[in-house]
């Protein structure tokens, strides 16, 4: 556990507001802070485009212009994450600080419309109420200073407009001077400088849960002089958001606007006993191995009604059902790889007992990977959709050779295609360890492997450089059961094992680096989910509460490997439709609806009910699972790419 926690903290320094899904907002190439006063001049000069309003905004910004005032100060729950996605740091903190919220804010109403000055990694930023609360993913509040101390708003609101204007930078460290800025520091120094003390700082080591993550705090503390300039220490006083007795939000001096719904009066709330326990730490592990099923809690939290009532204010807002917004599903998907996503049900008599990822999505959401051929479509391809390139005992060398990838960029160029997956490199390290000397068949592999997968990345975004690419980890091959079988008995040495999983991890350093700081990219990290997994629990994993058995493979639907030892089968293939549909969400707002457990257990009957070489259908979920409602767009929602269940 500790190496976990250890990782977690040290990558957690540097979390704030990651892929929020008001980044989409921001074009691609934009460089700077896209709600700071360059984007502002830009947008107003048309050298950016204007903020276009879905439906679900609009509503948003009709409740605003109808509740908030100036000065309102609106709370929200951010989802801040680390570890690629798989770890909620926004959560952990509200949580050690015994809060529901992770960030506010100051609302302004400024021509007219509602905007929020606060502060993120970006900077100080000025940003429409309508797109700041699509942000949230839990408890949302606002809170207005008492009718006697109102006076003060123009001056609170001169502060927020002059650090505008200034752009201090982030402070990393939650020091108190005035150098840098964090959101609630600005925000308590907003009111600050009209003399309205709305909290007082609380020392890290009182937090109000801070006995329940004794290894996380101390490592944060531990490991905060490797990565920030002033190193944090459990004396350092911090402004916190609160919740009942303490922060912001319990300020005398404020009065409540509008209070989640499972707001509880202050002497129901718990108090903190002062005894030692690690359930908080145990449970950031726990939310780790979790965090597919925590992801849906989220969704289902996002894409439920806020439930947002008449005010205690008096301002009569008719309740409303309040969704995030989205955009429409990605149209024009195209795939290169190897046998992982080249259609199951044209494969070998093993593979054509399940569906891939590629069918199930196809089935169960209707995504578009082009019109369906059953009798090919002539080399590279084989039969199937038409956007699918992906051949069966593919190497990165032979996606090249064979034409994937200049085949789909024709199709990327032509605008067919919009959006490309990349899943390739196992097969080159799987060949290298069955060759006559693997030891030297590894070394050759490795640059080969980096060099291909660069062309093929560049050769996409050359045909379009707008094309959104979803770019997957390969996870090590030693858990294969044909390697991890041969490593326990001793056929194969750790060594050359260790050999491998090296230069694995330099291939995966090499894709991880291609997404860092991309907009047009989402990293689907296959190779930690799997990393973690196999940490958690190693001979089973649990798919949509169902037990698979990862140790012996075989066509059965209790197996999570097929009976060749090398392709997963249906049910762990949804767990990579799972994530596709997270990673597009989290990075584009694609808004497509997340696969429930009921629907992948279904597709154990529905998704191979036709005969082998028929197209994917609906109809057989449809048939097994009763006709769900079309997805309803709701955009993104819990971001996570984690370990989800199959690490339980």
């Known amino acids: 556990m500790l190496w976990l926690v250890h990782l977690t903290i040290l990558l957690g320094a540097h979390a704030q507001d990651l892929r929020d899904l008001s980044e989409q907002f921001a074009p691609p190439g934009w460089r700077g802070n896209p709600w700071g ?5 830009a ?48 959560r952990f903190l509200s949580s050690a600080s015994g809060s529901r919220f992770s960030h506010t804010g100051i609302v302004a109403i400024e021509d007219g419309s509602p905007v929020v000055y606060d502060c993120t990694k970006a900077g100080v930023g000025r940003v429409p109420f309508a797109v700041w609360i699509l942000d949230n993913v839990g408890a949302f509040g606002v809170k207005r200073l008492n009718p006697e101390r109102r006076r003060a708003i123009p001056g609170v609101l001169a502060y927020c407009r002059k650090v505008f204007a200034e752009q201090p930078p982030f402070d990393y460290s939650f020091d108190l001077d005035d150098s840098a800025l964090y959101c609630l520091e600005m925000t308590e120094k907003a009111f600050r400088s009209e003399g309205l003390a709305l909290s007082e700082p609380v020392r890290l080591g009182d937090m109000e849960n801070a006995n329940r993550y004794p290894i996380c705090i101390s490592l944060f503390v531990s490991l905060s002089p490797y990565v920030l300039k002033k190193p944090i220490t459990l004396e350092q006083a911090v402004y916190l958001p609160g919740d009942g ?88 998907i195209g795939v290169l790889g ?18 891939n990822w590629i069918e199930i999505l196809s089935l169960t959401r209707g995504l578009d990977f082009g019109r369906f051929n059953p009798t090919g479509w002539g080399r590279p391809r084989g039969r199937g959709f038409e956007y699918n390139w992906a051949r069966s005992d593919a190497t990165s060398g032979d996606l090249i050779a064979s034409g994937q990838h200049t085949g789909l960029a024709a199709q990327v160029a032509r605008g067919d295609v919009r959006m490309v997956f990349v899943l390739i490199g196992g097969n080159d390290f799987i060949n290298a360890m069955h060759a006559p000397e693997p030891e030297a068949a590894l070394r050759a592999a ?13 050769s996409i975004r050359a045909a379009n450089p707008d094309v959104r690419l979803v770019l997957a980890t390969v996870p090590d091959i030693r858990l294969l059961p044909e390697f991890d079988e041969a490593l326990r008995k001793g056929r194969l040495p750790f060594r050359l094992a260790d050999a491998c999983t090296a230069a694995m991890k330099t291939y995966n350093a090499q894709i ?58 249906t049910l762990a293939q949804a767990q990579l439709a799972r994530l596709f549909i997270l990673g597009v969400n989290a990075r584009f707002g694609a808004g497509i609806e997340p696969l429930s457990d009921a629907e992948i257990q279904g597709l154990l009957d529905a998704s191979v009910a036709g005969r082998p070489g028929s197209p994917p259908s609906r109809s057989g979920v449809r048939e097994a699972l009763g006709d769900p409602a079309e997805p309803d767009q709701a955009g993104r929602l819990g971001l996570g790419l984690g370990a989800a269940s199959l690490a339980q």
């Open 446 to 458: 490795l640059p080969r492997a980096l060099a291909n997968y660069l062309i093929v990345v560049q």
């Open 43 to 90: 947008r107003a000069d048309g050298r950016l485009p204007s903020i276009v309003m879905t439906p679900a905004m609009s509503q948003w910004d009709q409740w605003g212009r109808a509740v908030l005032h100036d000065g309102d100060i609106v709370f929200r729950m951010g989802d801040a994450r680390i570890l690629d996605g798989v770890f909620p740091f926004s």
């Open 37 to 41: 006063p360059a984007a502002a001049r």
């Open 245 to 332: 007795r303490h922060g912001v939000w319990a300020s005398p001096l404020l009065e409540a606007v509008y209070s989640p719904p499972d707001s509880r009066p202050d002497e129901d709330i718990p108090g903190q006993d002062g005894r030692l326990s690690l359930s908080g730490d145990l449970a950031v592990v726990a939310g780790i191995v979790n965090e597919f099923r925590m992801s849906d809690r989220l969704r289902s939290q996002r894409e439920n009604q806020f439930g947002l009532g008449s005010p205690t204010s008096g301002d009569g807002v008719v309740s409303a059902s309040l969704r995030t917004a989205s955009t429409s599903y990605p149209r024009g």
């Open 512 to 569: 991880r680096a291609m997404s860092i700081g991309d907009r047009r990219i989402t990293l689907l990290d296959l190779a930690l989910v799997a990393e973690i997994a196999n940490l958690v629990r190693r001979d089973h994993a649990i798919v949509a509460r169902k037990r698979l058995d990862r140790y012996h493979p075989g066509n059965s639907p209790d197996r999570f490997f097929l009976a060749d030892g090398r392709h997963p089968g």
């Open 338 to 355: 190897d046998s992982y996503s080249d259609e199951y049900q044209f494969s070998s008599s093993d593979r054509r007992t399940a569906r």
